[in-house]
């Protein structure tokens, strides 16, 4: 199963693609920062769709991309890369447009809900630690706080949120643990039939 610092990255991933589709940032910053979430992300970065972007990243590195990094830079020294800068954007547009749609068909918000939905009904996720990760996600999808199962994710989050249900066991005593183990399993039975719902729902409306 999936870290929640590797779903993030792949999010992150898929953001950063679309923005470099829109224009919001250029092909080579935004290769910059793909590169560096691949680390993250709990791939190989050797596959074809993703080794280009750290391809374009290593072979443009030494360029003032970043904007903070440009302030540090005398003007006549960059005006002198301008050239140098363009016709490297528009070979990396050429090498990354059709792997930034890959990215986005693979790691957008709406498979990653889709795909948590399905691991929670399968017991591949535990209903606690899915419930808080499907809320973070419907945050990224702009999903409303008063969506019904939005309410619902919620209601199970903070219903046991006194018990330690998935984060944090480690920090609870031994005699603790066995005195409330009881009340864990009741508690995990109670999250996997109570999250169902929610999460057939979300399966049918997050297709990906």
């Keep these: 199963m999936l870290s929640a610092e590797a779903r993030r990255a792949r999010w992150e991933i898929a953001v950063t693609a679309k923005r470099m589709l829109t224009g919001e940032i250029s092909f080579l910053l935004g290769a910059q920062r793909i590169a560096r ?4 992300s709990d791939v190989d970065c050797f596959n074809d769709d993703f080794v280009v972007f750290t ?3 290593s072979e443009t590195e030494k360029l ?4 903070n990094v440009r302030k540090l830079w005398n003007a006549d020294a960059l005006r002198e890369l301008e050239p140098e800068i363009k016709a490297a954007e528009k070979w990396a547009r050429e090498m990354l447009e059709q792997k930034c749609s890959t990215l986005i068909r693979e790691f957008s918000v709406d498979r990653e809900i889709h795909q948590t939905a399905q691991a929670i009904l399968a017991s591949e996720m535990d209903a606690f630690a899915g419930a808080r990760y499907l809320l973070m996600m419907g945050e990224f999808a702009d999903v409303p706080e008063r969506d019904p199962d939005i309410i619902l994710l ?3 989050v903070s219903t046991h949120s006194y018990l330690p249900l998935s984060d944090g066991r480690e920090n609870w005593p031994i005699e603790m643990m066995e005195k409330k183990f009881p009340e864990i399993v009741r508690a995990q039975e109670w999250g996997r039939a109570t999250i169902a719902p929610a999460c057939r729902n979300l399966i049918e409306r997050f297709r990906g």
Excluded: E, M, Q, S
């Excluded at 979430?37 to 993250?40: A, I, M």
């Design 64 to 67: 003032p991309l970043d904007p």
């Design 55 to 57: 391809a374009v990243d």
């Design 154 to 156: 919620a209601g199970i």
């Design 37 to 40: 979430l691949l680390r993250d």
